[in-house]
T-cell receptor
Framework: GQQVMQIPQYQHVQEGEDFTTYCNSS?????IQWYKQRPGGHPVFLIQ?????EVKKQKRLTFQFGEAKKNSSLHITATQTTDVGTYFC???????????FGTGTRLKVLA | NAGVTQTPKFQVLKTGQSMTLQCAQD?????MSWYRQDPGMGLRLIHY???????DQGEVPNGYNVSRSTTEDFPLRLLSAAPSQTSVYFC??????????????FGEGSRLTVL
């Protein structure tokens, strides 16, 4: 079945450093979504990418969808303590309503 | 708007007991789903529904039943709880106008422990 892997599993950074998480799917995705989950909280939608090679920015966050639509990345510039949490990518299996989530990357920001 | 509401927030069961996790949404979303979250394994899809009377299995459906009698409600039933079902359960919904697209709205989660 379809698998979505994320690396790294954990990342500790000093406040002000950059952070990147990578998402890789075993199959081509029609679109990819990113979610953030604060400790003890629930996942919250960040963004959806649809087009091959698409790049979107939200303030310090930059999202990219690979040319082959099988991978994606999330880059945070100059991390802040408010960026702490787990970041998940998610993609639909082709032609279905099933959203498959990646394993997540847990980010810890040290002040 | 309340969004997606899950009850209970915490539950402790003994092996073999049954229970129902409730999920209700007030956004008139066609699509509703249940996920379980375990450490290091991300969110895994249990069951989902694309409208009243329609349900389908996700990645890990064994041991769980669902039904969708109304647009608003999507309960998850554990018929005979097992320790392997100890997890945090999330209900999520979205508008169902297009397959595989659109923001998922999550409930706050239900933490279940099976002894």
């Amino acid at each position: 079945g379809q698998q979505v892997m994320q690396i790294p599993q954990y990342q500790h950074v000093q406040e002000g450093e950059d952070f990147t998480t990578y998402c890789n799917s075993s199959t081509t995705l029609s679109n990819i979504q990113w979610y953030k989950q604060r400790p003890g909280g629930h996942p919250v939608f960040l963004i959806q990418l649809v087009k091959s090679g698409e790049v979107k920015k939200q303030k310090r966050l930059t999202f990219q969808f690979g040319e082959a639509k099988k991978n994606s990345s999330l880059h945070i510039t100059a991390t802040q303590t408010t960026d702490v949490g787990t970041y998940f990518c998610a993609g639909p299996t082709s032609g279905t309503y099933k959203y498959i989530f990646g394993t997540g990357t847990r980010l810890k920001v040290l002040a | 708007n309340a969004g997606v509401t899950q009850t209970p927030k915490f539950q402790v069961l003994k092996t073999g007991q049954s229970m129902t996790l409730q999920c209700a949404q007030d956004m008139n979303h066609e699509y509703m789903s249940w996920y379980r979250q375990d450490p290091g394994m991300g969110l895994r899809l249990i069951h989902y529904s694309v409208g009243a009377g329609i349900t389908d299995q996700g990645e890990v459906p064994n041991g769980y039943n669902v039904s969708r009698s109304t647009t608003e409600d999507f309960p998850l039933r554990l018929l005979s709880a097992a320790p392997s079902q100890t997890s945090v359960y999330f209900c999520a919904s979205k508008t169902g106008t297009h397959q595989g697209t659109g923001e998922l709205f999550f409930g706050e989660g239900s933490r279940l422990t099976v002894l």
